[in-house]
């Protein structure tokens, strides 16, 4: 019984100990909600962050390479599109995203135009790459996508010399789906996929440069929980129930009429 | 009763060393270096002759590029330092040796005095040579010394009239000087020639390219660069290198940058303590013309040489860089002073120059390396080993289902037997 006891104060006190630890992770260091990024980083180390679901533009030139990177969390297969607002007038351009993760690997699209050709004096070209679904943990030798930054590059890759520098305007979203329990794995990253995770700077220095300082809204998933629980523990119970009926079945109802009245 | 007693201990242990392990990382940082340096930003523009024209809506390209310059000093943020140099502003001769010197300092890279600024750039009338090589050397220089982050503005209308300093090479030189120097470069109504080699420029140093032929996208083009440099940007630390895995630099958790020369093979050491895991990426930039497919290859190599994990990548076609990265957890050992392995990191790419550019510096290569907890095992590819799915439920229903039949025959033969004994 004292045991009983200890271990649930201990998981109160746990719970209100990690509480604010969990409200610090979450303010983010740079932009919230209302003000979406208008602008995008030319490398992987300036790269504009955004958060899932925030539409953010950026103008740029033909030919420049673009960068954001988004949190992307265990469980979530992330869809990125980009919308390429090209010149009046221009030859025929080709337009692609890459999408990289947090140790700069790239990453496949499953499906989606990650690459397309803009006609002649085209107004704009779509682009969209549907990622593989966050696994919690893979083999060091695999090239699974993992929790942490993802880097989304956007470049014309063919452009004809008289084009370069000529203005265009870009949007960028990131949505993702959220696929569950199927894709819940064993094991877990101590810390995610996010660089420069080992030289994060203290709370002191909110200001400071960071590689990547944006989470998700809630958090970084622990890995913990999935719908798995529920299949298994639902499982159990219906085969519970299951032998319970079996066995009332061999039973029959009722004293067995051959049995003599006492 | 003892075991409990243990258990509860253990459950407070545990707690305490929790709450410990969550309020320590708040102090831990406390130590460490505050601040970085000013951004520094050098706008160079260009007085030639050829600024007279009158093709920006309407007006003179230097009266467009007077009025940019005045509405950029309006809205340039207070923590940037920025400094103006002129091409071709002084000379109005013919002789091409002085003309190609003619680089002056219009207002130094230092705090802004808005009114002082605005008053120097009005003085300017389109004069001489464009000297675009010596400008950009020049600029170089001004923006020396600090740590934040450099930028350099150059607005031309013309290409270098000062072969053979080819600008391109110049640029190249002084971004491998490694200072962190980014140049971006905006044409002002561009030949296809100006566009080749302002985009040349920029890419040597993973600066932009932008041409103008509007008053507005000047004005917005070169806001927009100076508040990007005002971004506070971690700064890469520079190291070297070795062709063999011992005499490799150890390096630590961070972001280095180094120069990795065609077909050469670079070695950097990284200690890694059992239970912790050495993450490491590694990105090259493409800084000239290179030929259409190429690679890197990152290997993670014991002391010995064997090969633990690689990283690779290739691709063809137009690139900034090609970037690959490697993760090694190194499993807990039993000994708590088990020795931490030195991991050496090779690095090799396979960019090939184009015909006729130089091979020398190397192509800028940039490492981050990020040591942090190994991850835990996965003992089964399910998390915990859990189920789900209709399958599941069928499979346990119909075992419950068998199991309480069974059990239901076996008592009632008991009581069988039972009854007839």
Redesign the interface.
């Known amino acids: 019984m004292r045991a009983v006891r200890a271990l649930s104060a201990a998981l109160l006190t746990l719970g209100v100990a990690a509480g604010p630890a969990a409200a610090d992770a979450s303010p983010s260091p740079s932009q919230d909600e209302a003000s979406a990024p208008t602008r995008a980083g030319t490398s992987f180390r300036t790269a504009t962050e955004i958060e899932q679901g925030q539409p953010a533009t950026a103008s740029g030139s033909t030919g420049d390479y673009l960068y954001w990177s988004f949190p992307a969390d265990t469980g979530q297969r992330p869809t990125v599109e980009a919308t390429v607002k090209l010149p009046e007038s221009h030859a025929s351009q080709t337009w692609q995203i890459d999408v990289y993760d947090g140790l700069r690997r790239r990453q496949a699209c499953q499906y989606g135009a990650q690459t397309r050709t803009a006609a002649a004096d085209a107004p704009s070209v779509k682009l969209a790459c549907v990622l593989r679904t966050v696994r919690a943990w893979s083999e060091p030798w695999a090239n699974d996508p993992l929790p942490g930054t993802y880097y989304v590059r956007l470049t014309a890759t063919g452009v004809a010399t008289a084009d370069l520098g000529l203005p265009v305007g870009s949007d960028v979203r990131v949505d993702s789906r959220d696929i569950g329990g199927s894709a819940a794995v064993d094991g877990s990253l101590a810390e995610p996929l996010v660089p420069g995770v080992a030289t994060k700077p203290g709370q002191e220095r909110e200001d400071a440069a960071v590689l990547a300082g944006l989470e998700p809204e809630d958090g970084w998933a622990s890995g913990r929980w999935s719908d798995r629980w529920v299949w298994t523990a639902a499982g159990g119970i219906m085969a519970a129930l299951a032998g319970v009926g079996g066995y009332a079945l061999t039973r029959g109802t009722g004293r067995p009429s051959r049995v003599p009245p006492a | 009763m003892i075991t ?2 243990r ?2 201990a253990g ?2 242990g ?2 305490a060393a ?2 410990a392990g ?1 309020a320590f ?6 130590g ?1 270096p ?1 601040g ?1 340096g000013a951004p520094k930003v050098d706008l160079v523009l260009d007085v030639s002759g050829s600024m007279r024209a009158r093709d920006i809506d309407g007006r003179s390209r230097m009266a467009a590029a007077k009025q940019a310059f005045n509405e950029v000093l309006d809205a340039t943020p207070e923590e940037v330092e920025l400094g103006i140099r002129t091409l071709g502003a002084n000379y109005p001769g013919d002789d091409r040796k002085t003309g190609c010197k003619d680089t002056a300092q219009l207002y130094p890279v230092g705090p802004l005095d808005r009114t002082e600024a605005k008053t120097a750039v009005a003085t300017l009338t389109p004069t001489g040579w464009t000297p675009i090589g010596p400008a950009l050397l020049k600029a170089a220089g001004d923006l020396d010394g600090g740590d934040g982050s450099k930028r350099i503005v150059l607005i031309s209308d013309g290409e270098d009239t000062c072969a053979p300093l080819d600008p391109c090479e110049v640029a190249r030189e002084i971004a491998a000087k490694g200072i962190g120097l ?1 140049i971006d470069t905006l ?1 002002l109504v ?1 030949t ?1 020639k100006l ?2 080699q ?2 040349c420029i920029a890419e040597a140093t ?6 103008v032929e509007h008053q507005d ?1 000047l004005t ?2 070169v806001n ?1 660069l100076v ?2 440099a005002a ?6 630390v520079a190291t070297e290198g070795a062709d063999r895995c011992a005499g490799a630099p150890t390096l630590k ?3 280095y940058t180094d120069r990795e020369e065609f077909g050469q093979q670079r070695f950097y050491r990284v200690d890694v303590r059992p239970g912790q ?1 050495l ?5 090259v930039a493409a800084d000239r013309a290179v030929n259409p497919g190429y690679g890197v290859l990152m290997r993670a190599v014991t002391s010995k040489g064997r090969e633990i ?1 690689r ?1 690779e ?1 290739a691709g063809n ?5 090609i ?7 190194k499993a807990e050992s039993d000994d708590e002073d088990a020795p931490a392995e030195a991991v050496c990191l090779s690095v090799s790419h396979s960019f090939s120059a184009a015909p006729g550019v130089k091979t020398t510096p190397g192509l800028p290569l ?1 490492l ?1 390396v ?20 209709w399958w ?2 069928g499979v ?14 076996l ?2 033969w008991r009581i069988a037997v039972w009854r007839t004994n």
């Open positions: 409990r007693k258990l509860a459950v407070c545990l707690l929790l709450t969550l990382p708040a102090g831990a940082a406390a460490e505050t970085q980014t044409g561009p296809a566009s080749r302002l985009s993973g600066g932009t390219y932008t041409s996208e917005d083009r927009q508040d990007r971004d506070p940007v971690v700064t890469p958790s961070g972001l895991e993450r490491a990426s590694v990105s994990v990283g990548a076609g137009r690139t900034d860089v970037s690959t990265g490697l993760r090694y957890p940039e981050t990020d040591v942090v907890d190994a991850p835990s095992r996965a003992g089964d590819v399910a998390a915990f080993g859990l189920g789900r799915g599941l439920l346990l229903i119909l075992t419950g289902f068998l199991a309480g039949v069974v059990w239901g025959w008592s009632r």
